[in-house]
């Protein structure tokens, strides 16, 4: 069982920055990879980005390259998604996913996940 809370979601301007943090329960956090997705209302969860264990490899939407960073420190069994020149489509509550299995960008291939945090972009 893997427990997952979300933080660090609020409003900012579009251009501006934000960080979610992810925070793990559990002593085998290295051993999943892990994932950020978002949602709207009435629409479907859309995959962000995701992590490998031990970090290996990254994957990340479209439409978030180059702007988005996710990154892990199994030290702190957390995980982060550093948003840069945010824009307003990028409202959304933001996920935190886990998974023991391979990647996959559907979330219903996701075992485990947060609350979410509601991130606001203005224009």
């Known amino acids: 069982q893997v427990q997952l809370v979300e933080s660090g979601g609020g409003l900012v301007q579009a251009g501006g920055s934000l960080r979610l943090s992810c925070a793990a329960s559990?002593?085998?956090?290295?051993?999943?990879?892990m994932g950020w997705f978002r949602q709207n209302p009435g629409k479907e969860r859309e995959f962000v980005a995701a992590?490998?264990?031990?970090?290996?490899?990254?994957r990340y939407a479209d439409s978030v390259k180059g702007r988005f960073t996710i990154s892990r420190v199994d030290a702190k069994n957390t995980v982060y998604l550093q948003m840069n020149s945010l824009k307003p489509e990028d409202t959304a509550v933001y996920y935190c996913?886990?998974?023991?299995?391979?990647?996959?960008?559907?979330?219903?291939?996701?075992?485990?996940w947060g609350q979410g945090t509601q991130v606001t972009v203005s224009s």
């Open positions: 996913a886990a998974t023991q299995a391979s990647y996959s960008d559907r979330g219903g291939a996701w075992d485990y």
């Open positions: 559990g002593r085998t956090f290295s051993t999943y990879r």
């Open positions: 992590i490998s264990w031990a970090a290996y490899t990254t």
